[in-house]
């Protein structure tokens, strides 16, 4: 039951399956991403209150999500590589961290952008979007630090027990439209209930995030791919490979 | 929704264009960098490999 | 003979406060640099006293996070460059007990000393007298807080060339909703309101911190002397 654990713990596997998965993560996000951008740009109706405007959050939001969700990924994916040990975690965590910073600076800069016609302002300093800010002064650490060590174990170590510490950031980020009186909508997708959005907007919205998040699995397998040759350099099966 | 309405988003299109742009370039750069990446790590680990064979040489 | 956590402790803690105090410069060092810090502000924003008093909270959290992310590098680095810190790690006492040890040292001489002057600093910015005691207990929370925060950062970038930048990257991040409820409870007692609610959420920031930082920080010094 455990072989396919164990198989992720091993370099070469991790290569080739991440190779085999990119090109159909990419397809699949290609076409999701398509349909979410024409049917939420064009067939969406303007929304009531924000006119068309409201169209923004179909970036916006998974864009959001995506940084959050990547943090956790990078935090997850560092604390087992810190507690099994397993160098492929550490290189998930290393190669998710760029990509997940991408999306939290996409987040806030279209979140400033959706403010300035919404809320007559480009920022505030309410406590969702100070804690994204946060999070992506977070990232900048893990990454800095990380390079930081002339051991890239050690290095990895060290950026894996900060991402840590950091993702307590993260339930913060979420429930702060709850917790405190925020400037920013509350949850419409992300709750328990049905969710309070009409269908002929939730659609689009949904393949988005569908879209952005294989597009995301799609770069993470590519970097991955990076950062195993990276640290397995010197390896037996690096050298058998680049020969043939 | 006409097509210059399409454009003008309801007055709103300064704030909605620069959004989606900026959503492409993300995800191009995520591309981009991701590529470059592989490519590079590639490349060093061919010049270790030839190294390791003229050291043995 | 072996030695019990309690007494390892205090024997950290008196080497720490003994070795200090031979250095008083360094000692003074930070709150030198906390009271020019503070100066700087009315300076170069404005002398005018209800202005200041309308920034004193903000401009007394900074300075108090800066003056001690100053003096945060220096927990480990000396015992780190001489080989005591290995010493110490090899010792059988746990780690844990002298990071603890080493920390509540760090803040007793800089946290704590920055909360003594502060009432003379805060008498520069206008602050009200009656203002006092909540902003002393709340900056000796927050600075508590901060020593447990920077021991994390200090753990983590020990031996590190420009670890002191990257310490400060590190820290400020993880301490920002920190300064945002320290500086509040402040505001709110100049202002005359009632400070209950940010000096609640300060202690609980502190109490979370002060049960988990040091196991952070432990692990984080083991990564560094592995």
């Known amino acids: 039951m455990w072989t396919w654990f164990y198989r992720l713990a091993s370099p070469p596997y991790v290569y080739r399956t991440a190779a085999a998965f990119a090109p159909w993560f990419l397809l699949i996000a290609g076409i999701a991403i398509a349909y979410g951008v024409i049917d939420g740009l064009v067939f969406a109706p303007p929304d009531y209150q924000q006119g068309n405007a409201f169209r923004i959050i179909y970036v916006h939001a998974p864009a959001g999500w995506l940084s959050m969700f990547g943090y956790t990924l990078m935090a997850v994916a560092g604390a087992i590589g810190l507690i099994w040990r397993i160098k492929m975690a550490h290189a998930v965590s290393a190669a998710v961290a760029p990509i997940g910073a991408s999306f939290t600076v996409l987040g806030l800069v279209t979140g400033s952008l959706w403010g300035r016609p919404m809320w007559g302002t480009y920022w505030a300093w309410d406590p969702r979007l100070t804690s994204e800010l946060i999070l992506l002064f977070l990232y900048f650490g893990v990454m800095s630090l990380r390079a930081a060590f002339e051991d890239p174990a050690r290095g990895d170590r060290a950026a894996a027990l900060l991402a840590i510490v950091g993702v307590v950031n993260v339930p913060i980020i979420h429930f702060s439209v709850q917790w405190w009186n925020s400037l920013h909508q509350g949850a419409t997708v992300m709750k328990f209930e049905k969710s309070s959005m009409p269908g002929s907007m939730l659609w689009p919205l949904l393949a988005m995030f569908l879209g952005f998040m294989l597009f995301f699995g799609a770069m993470l397998c590519m970097r991955l791919r990076g950062e195993v040759l990276n640290r397995e350099r010197q390896s037996s099966w690096v050298r058998e490979m680049l020969r043939a | 929704m006409t097509v210059d309405g399409f454009f003008a988003m309801g007055g709103y299109a300064r704030y909605v264009w620069p959004c989606y742009a900026l959503a492409i370039s993300v995800l191009l750069w995520n591309l981009w960098s991701a590529r470059r990446y592989h490519a590079q790590a590639l490349k060093r680990a061919q010049r270790a490999l030839a190294m390791a064979g003229s050291e043995r040489s | ?226």
């Open chain 3, 1 to 226: 003979m072996s030695v019990g956590a309690g007494s390892a402790m205090s024997l950290v803690l008196r080497r720490e406060l003994t070795l200090s105090f031979r250095r008083p410069d360094q000692l003074l060092q930070p709150l030198v640099f906390f009271l020019i810090v503070t100066t700087l502000f009315p300076l170069a924003l404005s002398p005018e006293l209800s202005l200041l008093r309308d920034m004193a909270p903000g401009v007394l959290w900074v300075a108090a996070l800066l003056a001690s992310l100053l003096s945060m590098e220096g927990l480990f680095k000396s015992d780190a460059e001489d080989g005591t810190l290995e010493q110490l790690a090899l010792s059988g006492q746990s780690l844990g007990v002298i990071v603890i040890a080493k920390t509540l040292a760090h803040w007793l001489v800089s946290g704590a000393a920055l909360v003594v002057i502060s009432p003379l600093v805060a008498t520069g910015l206008a602050v009200p007298i009656e203002a006092f005691p909540i902003m002393m207990l709340s900056l000796a929370m927050g600075t508590l807080t901060l020593s447990w925060l920077g021991a994390i950062g200090a753990g983590l970038t020990v031996g590190l060339r420009r670890g002191s930048v990257l310490l400060s990257l590190i820290v400020l991040p993880l301490a920002m909703p920190l300064l945002i409820f320290g500086a509040n409870a402040t505001d709110r007692a100049i202002g005359g309101e009632t400070a209950a609610g940010a000096l609640y959420f300060l202690a609980a920031l502190c109490v979370f911190t002060t049960s988990l930082a040091p196991l952070a920080a432990t692990a984080a010094l083991r990564i560094t002397l592995e």
